[in-house]
């Protein structure tokens, strides 16, 4: 990936969450959690059948994680299982997204019925059914309670507190979505992705200025320096737009 395609996928990643989550809400009777046993496995072998050429090598390299997760039935093989589905889920743009979230949270239970304390499985079950629930039919709060459940057994986790700070960004609860993003920069100064999705955020809010600072604190901060004149022209545009 260049420098330009992967700035560009930084500073898109909130609104990425933010359109996720205004996709088509469901009605108050729909059921919480999604059934992902039993019609998975038919629905898979349906979905194989009207795929494009690009498509069918990625429902193949699917199929050979299920089959290994199957053939292993260990926490990591299932781990694996479910963080390919969840890609590819969020990759499709049609019906078979469906399908690809099913199997992500299909693989991310068996992941926690073999090791209910799997943080890590945990928070990317939490993040499938709320980026799921509106193809699903199914509550997105649930989703969102186990991210927190985490959070509130390790208050350090930064991948959950990440989640819910995207999904902060999502319900426009933007002095959360800060909060969670800074706590990130507290527990680890490392993770300077954090300074554009704070850039993000005060964008959102209107706040042009504190998203220039961030993103100059994003800018001191990396090495790359093809990505750094990247951000030097993004913020050039900004401040040419005051």
Same mark, same amino acid.
């Given at each position: ?22 996709a ?15 019609d ?7 979905a194989k ?10 429902f193949e ?35 078979n ?7 992500? !949270?299909?693989?991310?239970?068996? /992941?926690? @019925?073999?090791?209910?304390? =799997?943080?890590? +499985?945990?928070?990317? &079950? $939490? ?6 629930s ?5 509550q997105?709060?649930?989703? !969102?309670?186990?991210?927190?459940? /985490?959070? @509130?057994?390790?208050?350090? =986790?930064?991948? +959950?507190?990440?989640? &819910? $700070? ?14 969670r ?30 998203a ?24 050039k545009?900004?401040?040419?737009n005051?």
């Amino acid at each position: 990936m260049n420098s330009s395609k992967q700035i560009l996928i930084i500073l898109l990643t909130v609104v990425l969450a933010v359109l996720i989550y205004l996709a088509p809400k469901m009605s108050s009777g729909k059921k919480a959690a999604p059934d992902t046993g039993g019609d998975f496995s038919a629905q898979f072998e349906e979905a194989k059948k009207s795929l494009s050429e690009e498509q069918k090598r990625i429902f193949e390299r699917l199929e050979e994680k299920l089959h290994r997760a199957e053939k292993d039935n260990n926490e990591q093989s299932w781990q694996t299982c479910g963080n390919e589905f969840l890609k590819a889920a969020r990759f499709f743009q049609d019906a078979n997204k469906v399908v690809l979230y099913k199997g992500a !949270i299909s693989g991310f239970e068996k /992941v926690l @019925a073999l090791n209910p304390k =799997n943080l890590s +499985a945990k928070t990317s &079950l $939490g993040s499938a059914i709320v980026e799921g629930s509106s193809v699903l039919g199914i509550q997105p709060m649930a989703g !969102i309670t186990l991210i927190r459940e /985490v959070v @509130a057994a390790d208050s350090a =986790n930064i991948e +959950a507190n990440l989640q &819910l $700070g995207l999904f902060s960004v999502t319900s426009r609860q933007f002095d959360k979505a800060i909060e969670r993003f800074q706590r990130i920069l507290r527990i680890d100064s490392t993770h300077i992705d954090m300074y554009v999705y704070l850039g993000d955020t005060y964008m959102t809010m209107g706040e042009k200025q504190k998203a220039i600072d961030s993103y100059e604190n994003y800018k001191t901060r990396v090495k790359d320096t093809l990505i750094i004149k990247d951000i030097d022209e993004y913020i050039k545009k900004l401040k040419q737009n005051n």
